[in-house]
């Protein structure tokens, strides 16, 4: 006998295999409950952070990481 749960988790899993990038993103945020200004500083603190490590003079470990897959 099959549980319920399982059969609606994998239904879930299936229909979010095949959904686009950006629709996905966006139910999770939602789903976080992550305020505006908790979302903005967020971003600010990755941007910064990114920023710092471009303007490193000696390429580290995560600049290498950034420059591989064009991560900006």
Known sequence: MLDLSTVDARAAIRSAHVM???EALQRLIAEAGIGADVHSAIHSRAVDMV???????DPSMMELFLGEYGLS
């Open 20 to 22: 686009p990038e950006a």
């Open 51 to 57: 920023r710092a490590i471009r303007e490193g003079s």
